[in-house]
């Protein structure tokens, strides 16, 4: 299992996430790592070296865009995704009944409770949650480079 953690995301620090999965991973089912996003995109290239590698879970920590990122590596492989939902919105983890509360996150992981959803593509990009065009888009553009939440 590879958790990849976008530490910009949200509101919440990341920094004790570690923490968190020595806690309440169920250690005795699941071995991982931990890999710290750096910048745009590089969540798709740790979950696509994590596919690559066998790894057959991959737990997205952060928002809608570090999840989006993840689960685009994952098409059409047999690895699964996980959420840890501690981005500022977490769309999709709330349509999913996802906690945003860590422990009660990984008790989901724990039980490896695999269902599937949905993607969309736009021009050949896919998306899980939601996509927009025109004064949406431009809106969800300015936000992302003021760089505060």
């Not at 999913?96 to 860590?102: D, E, K, P, Q, Y």
Request: hydrophobic share 40%.
């Amino acid at each position: 299992m590879t958790f990849i953690v976008n530490p910009k995301a949200g509101t919440k620090s990341t920094s004790s996430f570690a923490n968190q999965i020595n806690r309440y991973l169920d250690k005795s089912q699941f071995s991982y790592s931990i890999h710290f996003t750096q910048r745009a995109g590089h969540g798709f290239e740790l979950a696509q070296e994590a596919v690559n590698s066998g790894v057959s879970i991959v737990v997205a920590v952060g928002g809608d865009g570090t999840m989006n990122e993840c689960a685009r590596a994952l098409i059409k492989t047999d690895s699964v995704l996980g959420l840890i939902p501690m981005g500022s919105g977490n769309g999709l983890a709330r349509d999913l009944g996802i906690s945003r509360n860590v422990a009660k996150s990984l008790s989901i992981i724990n039980k490896y409770h695999i269902r599937s959803i949905d993607c969309g593509t736009i021009d050949g990009w896919h998306f899980f949650c939601t996509a927009g065009i025109g004064f949406d888009a431009e809106v969800s553009k300015k936000f992302e480079l003021q760089g505060t939440r």
